[in-house]
């Protein structure tokens, strides 16, 4: 064997030792001590090579073929240099036109006005995991239009929750596909990327002033600060990410409502409230204010009192009513737990966007609404048609059948929640017949915790401070066509389309073969 | 400039009189006209159909995948493989205008096959009120033609640097199916994925083309595919004359 062609199997060899060294690496994504072995060999043998038969190395530098070759390393640099650079520049500055007839992509004129007036920069981040890989995509398109309107003042980035857990504990992010809007060192989370909630946070966030939600204290509400399955620290936490400033607030003790109140939240009180805290709350209503309440059945309660004062006032000049039952679902597996099967028409709940909630042990509620009434109710959530209000508490206790008894029992569906508006103070009004629904152990669960959020928010008057000009919608369908238009598309689609080629294959086959 | 359109000219019309075109062209029709048919027509049954152009448009890209290379296979290989290479590297044409020659006229034969791929949007058009929305059909169709002139580019630059036909399709194929999966790799949130997600050949088209969005920085990536694949292609050719 000569030097030359054992030369060869040296740069073989040291180029293979070289690659299975990077394999290894790969595979075991730590330098040990077979890696450096490999690597030191596959140098060794490199240089054996070069050692062996020297004119080669030469030839490949000096030769014709290498001059030719350097030539087009360079020109092809050059050229993939430049491409690069070109196709950076365009990424940095995305331009793009909107073709879709409904301005999907594009921005309403009170977005584009409002960005237009924007003095400080915000930040849009978007928080998803690979697994909501699609809802990115679509967010960015969001981000990429704010971006593009804002004379530089937006910029967005992407961050993997699971990955960055620091980054989405410092925002307050819960869920996955969450994003945040930061303005200084203040920030909003949002559930939905749509334009609608993205400027009204940038509208909140550039306009800062104290937004204050109270939750009643003193009759045993769900625990603010409790980390337990009962507790509410989520709903605090979730609050708090939207800028709310969450206090504990105990009527009778303070004497009157705060000024400050944006809303008040009665989340599932144990006992009544005395006479005098209602009449508090009537006055503060009276002025405008806002309520949320979410009433426990009274069969989860140690005191029973159909009458209490705050039920009599809300069924009295809300026309809200609490029925005195439990609610079975036998739709749902536990039928103790109602599930909301039809939602309302209603800024709380169009904002879920079809998500689904489920409320352990709940009572129903009666929405009356006199026809001299200003008021606006809105029936929020319903239960399905084989779900009934049990009003007799004992059977549930002893175990007997789950049945509906016809005149005993309030017949599904069932009305689980309402929002009430007074167009003459402003006062908003919402209700509904559970609390545990939004407790930490069901809080991230479907759509409870926004059903709760968004109730807050509709009620605090924060959910739309600005009303963007609604797009034009095409709803956009397909005629039910006669059997004739059906064929005629048969025809056309699976037979002459495909005939018409083969026939004009057969003929230019046909007539070479004849001309040979 | 004359010497690319001569060379896309005589290729169009090989295409043309060549029994493998029609082969092909018959399956994409007829996988299409299927598709098109089974979705509108089992959509009805079941109740709904959505009028969207985009019914063909989302399965023609996979299809795309496989055509192209085997429209671009033989362009230059088979040059080398009958010898007649020698003639057109001695012709006053430049290593450029072949490449490009060659691809313009696959190019123009694809175009051809595209048209009529319309049918079917148009079609649905016909049977709906108040029609499909013809924005995204524009936009879809011009991200198409976008990527199968990159796909024919990269097929031309393989053909080049073949002898054999079968061996340019099958590493064309894999070419644009490392591109297709690059986007795979880009799930993270760091430089590297961000770059990954870049190189993704479908996700420039379904990003954007494909929901109703012209944007700049997914045209020039498919405009930079082809000019760099045809660059390449070039090289390949001037290489030959180095040998």
């Known amino acids: 064997m000569n030097r030359s062609k054992l030369a060869s199997i040296a740069w073989v060899a040291g180029a293979a030792l070289l690659l299975a060294s990077l394999a290894w690496y790969v595979i075991n994504q730590a330098s040990d001590l077979t890696l450096q072995i490999g690597v030191a060999l596959g140098f060794l043998l490199l240089a054996a090579a070069v050692l062996l038969d020297p004119q080669r190395l030469r030839r490949a530098f000096t030769g014709r073929q290498a001059r030719y070759g350097s030539n087009a390393l360079l020109l092809t640099a050059a050229v993939v240099g430049v491409l690069a650079v070109v196709n950076f520049l365009a990424y940095n500055n995305p331009q793009s036109i909107d073709l879709t007839e409904t301005q999907d992509f594009s921005l309403t004129p009170e977005t584009l006005l409002i960005l237009d007036q924007l003095q400080e920069p915000v930040q849009l ?13 679509l967010t ?21 929750p699971r990955a960055n857990p620091v980054a989405a504990d410092h925002y307050g992010v819960q869920r996955d596909a969450s994003i945040v809007v930061t303005v200084g060192s203040a920030s909003e989370v949002l559930s939905y990327p749509s334009e609608e909630e993205v400027t009204g946070a940038i509208l909140r966030l550039t306009n800062p002033e104290g937004r204050k939600v109270y939750f009643i204290v003193g009759h045993g509400e769900r625990d603010l600060d409790g980390v337990d399955e009962a507790g509410y620290s989520q709903v605090r936490q979730a609050l708090e990410a939207k800028n709310y400033q969450v206090d504990t607030l105990s009527p009778l003790s303070e004497g009157s409502i705060p000024q400050d109140a944006l809303a008040l939240v009665i989340a599932g009180p144990s006992v009544d409230l005395p006479e005098a805290e209602a009449k508090l709350i009537e006055e503060y209503l009276s002025q405008g204010g806002a309520l949320v309440v979410l009433a426990e059945p009274s069969a989860a309660l140690a005191a029973q009192s159909p009458v209490e004062p705050l039920g009599g006032y809300l069924k009295q000049k809300w026309g809200v009513e609490y029925q005195d039952d439990l609610v079975l679902d036998l739709t749902s597996s536990l039928p103790l737990t109602a599930i909301a099967a039809e939602y309302g028409e209603h800024p709380i709940t169009t904002r879920m966007r079809n998500l689904r909630s489920y409320f352990p042990s709940a009572r129903s509620l009666q929405l009356q609404s006199a026809a001299e009434s200003p008021l606006q109710p809105t029936p929020l959530l319903r239960t399905a048609s084989n779900s009934w209000g049990e009003t007799d508490y004992a059977s549930l206790t002893e175990g007997g059948d789950l049945a509906f008894d016809e005149g005993v029992d309030f017949p599904g569906p069932l009305l689980l929640a309402a929002a009430v508006e007074d167009p003459e103070t402003g006062s908003r009004l919402v209700v509904i017949g559970d609390s545990d629904f939004a407790a930490n152990a069901d809080f991230l669960a479907l759509g409870n915790g926004d059903l709760l959020v968004n109730s807050i928010d509709w009620a605090a008057r924060q959910e739309a401070l600005i009303s963007l000009t609604p797009k034009p919608a095409i709803s956009r369908f397909v005629l039910p066509p006669s059997t004739q238009v059906i064929g005629g598309v048969f025809l056309i689609t699976i037979i002459l389309i495909p005939a018409a080629v083969l026939a004009a294959g057969t003929y230019v086959w046909w007539s070479r073969r004849r001309r040979g | 400039m004359r010497n690319v359109w001569i060379i896309a000219a005589r290729e169009l019309r090989h295409y043309f009189v060549s029994p ?16 098109f048919f089974i979705n509108v027509f089992f959509g009805l049954q079941s109740g709904y159909v959505s009028p969207d152009g985009r019914i063909v448009m989302g399965p023609l890209v996979t299809i795309l995948l496989f055509i192209t290379p085997a429209i671009t296979m033989r362009l230059i290989a088979d040059e080398y493989r009958m010898g007649t290479i020698e003639l057109l590297l001695t012709a006053p044409v430049r290593d450029w205008e072949l490449v490009t020659g060659k691809w313009l ?12 791929t319309w049918a079917y949007p148009l079609i649905l058009h016909r049977m709906s009120t108040p029609g499909i929305d013809q924005g995204i059909l524009l936009a879809a169709s011009l991200g198409i033609v976008l990527m ?15 002898r054999s036909p079968l061996a340019a399709f099958f590493v064309t194929l894999s070419v644009l199916l490392v ?19 870049q190189l993704s050949f479908v996700d420039h ?7 109703g969005l012209l944007s700049l920085p997914d045209v020039l990536y498919y405009v930079s595919l082809t000019v760099l694949a045809l660059f390449l292609g070039a090289q390949a050719v001037e290489a030959r004359r180095w040998g």
């Not at chain 1, 981040?125 to 995509?137: C, H, M, N, V």
């Not at chain 1, 804002?150 to 967005?156: D, Q, V």
């Not at chain 2, 199968?148 to 073949?162: E, K, N, P, R, W």
């Not at chain 2, 379904?206 to 929901?211: A, D």
């Open chain 1, 125 to 137: 981040i978007g928080f998803y995991t690979p697994d909501s890989a699609d809802g990115r995509d």
């Open chain 1, 140 to 160: 960015r398109a969001l981000f990429d239009v704010y971006q593009r309107n804002s004379r530089g003042k937006i910029t967005y980035e992407f961050t993997d």
């Open chain 2, 20 to 35: 493998v075109a029609y082969a092909l062209a018959f399956m994409v029709f007829l996988i299409l006209g299927g598709i």
């Open chain 2, 105 to 116: 006229g696959s190019m123009l034969f694809m175009l051809a096959i595209l048209v009529v």
């Open chain 2, 148 to 162: 199968v002139a990159a796909m024919l580019g990269i097929g031309v630059m393989v053909s080049a640097f073949f």
């Open chain 2, 179 to 197: 591109l297709w999966i690059a986007g795979g790799l880009g799930v993270g949130t760091g430089v590297a994925s961000e770059i990954a997600r």
């Open chain 2, 205 to 211: 088209f379904y990003g954007s083309f494909y929901r």
